[in-house]
């Protein structure tokens, strides 16, 4: 174990005592495919409410609107081996591969083995993917897939389909209450954080409301349920929406749960390049565009991906974002070229509208025009450590979804695995918390050290982090950016509210994937160390926790085998029964 000391963090958030209380047996936080497969699987699973309970079974708690999270904004679609010819075992075998020998394997195959099931519920409940003029399900395929197995909606709008469908449903429970722009500040916790059996016994929120829950207030439960996404907004250009600010990671952080795996952050190779100066959420250009056969090329002109990796263009993501970002920096320029005109008008019209419709919005015709792009964030493969059933090691804290780390990503998520992540792991929560629920716990008094971070380091941060902790990471520039870190925490900082909280949470999760970046002196998958080139199994395969003790991260390092898929393949896994 290592202390990485040159930041000290808050140990709570800074904010007003609650004005209110409201009550619910379990509180989701988060509305993606993650937290409503939950609320909805929950709300089957407790049944209703007695009539003499204080709340209701669920209560789902979303920082915006319901769809405004990064479920939404998925495009390529959800993978499954649901097509003619495929198996989970080849969905394992591609998923380990991408994953660069990090991936844990029991949750691989629990992933893949119900990934098919789960789409299939998705289906039943009325989300309309995709057909083939003969009426099959059209399955396409993406980086690192070696069958076609990804269904997609709407051509590239899936995420968006989904979202519609599980909100409908969630509409339709009549046992499961919604409060949006509520901002999940902290747990309040029955016991001293990091005390064994000291577990869940409310959240405090930050409520933008009218009424009775406006301000800061306190929802007392028996468990919480985190699905709260990402971390892109780290960067400062991410296909991620603005609410992506790690809150949940840095909740989870502060109240004792292990963060696992940081550093392995996904660049997306083709974000649409709007410019030096266009900053935050940017356009996603799916990979599901190369897989249709669409090829990158360089600033000559040059075909980028051939001979490269046998799969060419359809690499694994981190192959084609290195082979970009190295092909830019030769170049000296910022971007290179998607060319996609060979697919003509219809199948963009057909397959990509939401693409096609954004990229002419900018000027740019895919259907004549080469597509300017350039590696961004995408994804945080690691996350709050779970086990098989999402449960956290805090009693009554499970996580799911982005914010979580199964261990299915490995370094390096294969692409279209984050939906079904999300389907597969929260049924999965569903199956244990009803009968792990314990009962009301007493908040106690809590001792951590309150801190903020000054809102408008912001924009600082999101600098440091593109420029020390992007596609390409150093030593020395690691260094100098926890230096950078640990000087804007200084800052002074304004009153409470939601820019401090945001960036507190910025900060907290920068730090640990600087403090974690900076520990695996190697390159594996989306982790790519200029100074330690190679990948390292007799070192580093394993993963790397991160705890708060005292306001300081110390770092854990877990030796596990590496995961080779010929072995792995030829072990037979229980999945499916609940412990
Ligand atoms: C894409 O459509 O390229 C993104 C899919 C994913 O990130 O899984």
Sequence with gaps: MTTHDSTRLPGRLSAPAPGWTTYADVVVVGSG???????????????????????????????????????????????????????????????????????????????????????RELIALGTNFDHDPDGALSLTREGGHHRDR????????????????????????????????????????????GDPGTGVAGVTLHVMG?????????????????????????????????????????LALRAGARLRDLEFVQFHPT???????????????????????????????????????????????????????????EEGSDHLWLDGRHLGAETWERRFPTILRVAREHGIDPVSDLLPVAPACHYASGGVAVDLWG??????????????????????????????????????????????????????????SPGLVAGQ??????????????????????????????????????????????????????TGLLAAATRREETRGSHWREDHPDRDDDHWSGHLDLTLVDGVLEVDVLRTAPTDPAAVAARTVPTGAAP
């Design 33 to 119: 495919i993650a937290g409503l497969t939950a609320a909805l699987r929950l709300h089957a699973a407790l049944g209703p409410r007695p009539d003499d309970a204080p709340g209701p079974r669920v209560l789902v708690v979303t920082k915006d609107v319901l769809d405004a999270g990064s479920t939404r904004w998925a495009q390529g679609g959800i993978a499954a081996a649901l097509g003619p010819g495929d198996s989970p075992a080849q969905h394992e075998a591609d998923t380990l591969t991408a994953g660069a020998g990090a991936c844990d394997t029991d949750a691989v195959r629990a992933l893949v083995v119900e990934g098919p099931d789960a789409v």
């Design 150 to 193: 990804i269904a997609h909606a709407g051509g590239d709008a899936t995420g968006a389909e989904i979202s519609r469908a599980l909100i409908a449903a969630v509409h339709a429970a009549p046992e499961i209450e919604v409060v949006e722009h509520a901002l999940a500040l902290d747990l309040l916790l029955d016991g001293p954080v």
């Design 210 to 250: 009218e009424g009775q829950r406006d301000g800061v207030g306190a929802v007392a439960c028996r468990a919480v349920v985190l699905a709260s996404g990402g971390l892109g907004q780290v960067f400062s250009r991410t296909t991620n929406p603005a609410v992506a600010t790690g809150d949940g990671t840095a």
């Design 271 to 329: 974000m649409l390049h709007l410019g030096a100066g266009a900053l935050g959420q940017q356009p996603l250009v799916s990979e599901a565009v190369r897989g249709e056969g669409a090829v990158l090329l360089d600033g000559a002109g040059r075909r980028l991906m051939t001979g490269v990796h046998p799969l060419a263009d359809l690499a694994p993501r981190d192959v084609v974002a290195k082979a970009i970002t190295r092909r830019m920096v």
């Design 391 to 448: 449960r956290t090691g805090v009693p009554g804290l499970y996580a799911t979804g982005e914010v979580a780390c199964t261990g299915v990503h490995g370094a390096n998520r294969l692409a279209s695995n984050s939906l079904l992540e999300g389907l597969v792991f929260s049924r999965r929560i569903a199956q244990v918390l009803p009968t792990e629920l314990g009962g009301w716990r007493t908040p106690a008094e809590d001792r951590r």
């Design 457 to 510: 380091a912001r924009a600082a941060l999101q600098a440091v982090m593109t420029q020390r902790a992007g596609v390409l990471r150093h030593a020395d520039g690691l260094a100098a950016g926890a230096a950078a870190l640990a000087a804007l925490a200084q800052e002074p900082t304004e009153e409470p509210g939601v820019p401090a909280w945001e960036t507190t949470n910025l900060l907290t999760v920068a």
